[in-house]
């Protein structure tokens, strides 16, 4: 549990060696030049990143969330927010992958699996953020097509991605009438916002997704005729995992900001001596490192609750989701607390770090909705042992 095998460390090392080479040197000038590098990352598509956990036999890597979660902390190591747009990424692949149909599988996950084809998740609405059940996009059903009508708000690589997975009300108000559909970018109707202007994540697009009569074959609903109503269900399986990938985002960029931190203190002199001789900067580091191996720790049981189908991964991924995206924002903090006004300029990467991070405790669902879902489990646990 707690080593790597050769095989993992390779995993590891290769993420390692990738980001190091084609993200890190890069991350200041695209954050500031608020430049999305799709070429950097169809080049960690040919590494095998691009569906990691999608089935061998249509393209994907075939590997466990736990080596994910590994490959996601050395990713984000050299850039967060480059980390994270591929999580979302490997996200709406294996929703394809996993409840497409043999036909959608073999027509999409190769192209997504090579990054020819970038796809975003298109499921919180302007009205429709936390509760995601009330969302109002619709699609209506044409004789062989559906209609889809809504917008979708702060998409991840809107305008740029070519496939969106969008979630669309096909039924009932509430869960159960909602449906999932593939949708391409240059169908008509399909339209986007202006890019956000953002806190952090700038070296990727964020803007609505627009629906105005937009026409999809009936066979673009994901899952096919038996996929309709369940759109909600594959939403809220594809956010476990996604909610322990932006976990481990955060401990990446949060284990940079502590390694600068180390140096920093180690190389600064004041009081007559190196910081890092002084008992509260220990201190603190102290508190970093363990919050850096106790996320590390949540997140590889995490994972393994969810490559193992454990009853207990939805709350297990909550958990990791709260703790981790928290704890490592502290650490993100503390490491430019440590460096004091050289901390606040951007030179030094600290600012961008805090600022990419910030974003992982509102996203694939916020952190207070991760206590509803660990306190309705608790709850149930409590009955149950009556």
Same mark, same amino acid.
């Given at each position: 549990m707690f080593g790597l095998n050769s095989d993992e460390r390779v995993i590891t090392e290769t993420a390692a060696a990738f980001a190091a080479k084609r993200l890190a040197p890069h991350a200041l000038d695209w954050d500031a030049e608020k430049h999305f590098p799709v070429d950097a990352l169809r080049e960690a598509a040919e590494l095998g990143m691009g569906a990691i956990y999608c089935s061998e036999e249509v393209g994907g890597s075939g590997l466990r969330r736990l080596d994910a979660v590994r490959i996601f902390e050395e990713l984000a190591a050299a850039d967060p927010a480059i980390a994270s747009f591929i999580s979302i990424h490997n996200m709406c692949a294996w929703m394809i992958d996993t409840y497409g149909t043999p036909e959608q599988r073999k027509k999409w996950v190769p192209s997504l699996a090579s990054m020819d084809s970038i796809a975003s998740y298109c499921l919180t609405e302007p009205g429709a953020g936390s509760d995601a059940s009330a969302l109002r996009t619709r699609a209506v059903r044409d004789g062989d097509s559906y209609v889809l009508d809504g917008v979708k708000q702060f998409i991840s690589g809107a305008g740029t991605s070519d496939v969106y997975v969008v979630m669309a009300r096909t039924g009932v108000d509430g869960p159960r009438g909602i449906s999932t559909f593939i949708v391409e970018k240059d169908t008509p109707g399909l339209s986007f916002g202006p890019n956000e202007a953002k806190m952090g994540w700038n070296a990727q697009p964020t @803007?609505?997704?627009? *629906?105005?009569?937009? &026409?999809?074959?009936?066979? +673009?609903?994901?899952? $096919?005729?038996?996929?309709?109503?369940?759109?909600?269900?594959? @939403?809220?399986?594809? *956010?476990?995992?996604? &909610?322990?990938?932006?976990? +481990?985002?955060?401990? $990446?960029g949060a284990r940079t900001a502590h390694e600068k931190a180390a140096g920093y203190v180690r190389d600064r002199e004041a009081f007559g001596g190196s910081l890092l001789d002084e008992p509260t900067i220990r201190f603190t580091l102290a508190d970093m490192a363990t919050s850096l191996q106790t996320s590390r720790m949540m997140l590889w049981r995490a994972a393994s609750a969810l490559d193992a189908d454990d009853p207990g991964k939805v709350e297990l991924c909550a958990m990791a989701k709260l703790y981790v995206t928290d704890a490592c924002y502290d650490v993100a903090d503390s490491a430019l607390q440590l460096h004091g006004g050289y901390g606040y300029l951007k030179e030094y990467g600290l600012e961008k770090i805090l600022r990419d991070l910030r974003v992982h405790r509102i996203l694939e669902g916020t952190n207070e909705i991760m206590r509803v879902v660990i306190g309705r489990a608790e709850a149930a646990r409590a009955r149950a042992a009556v």
């Open positions: @803007a609505q997704v627009i *629906l105005e009569k937009v &026409r999809v074959p009936a066979d +673009a609903m994901l899952g $096919g005729a038996d996929g309709e109503g369940t759109g909600f269900g594959i @939403a809220m399986n594809g *956010l476990n995992g996604g &909610r322990i990938n932006i976990a +481990a985002c955060s401990l $990446g």
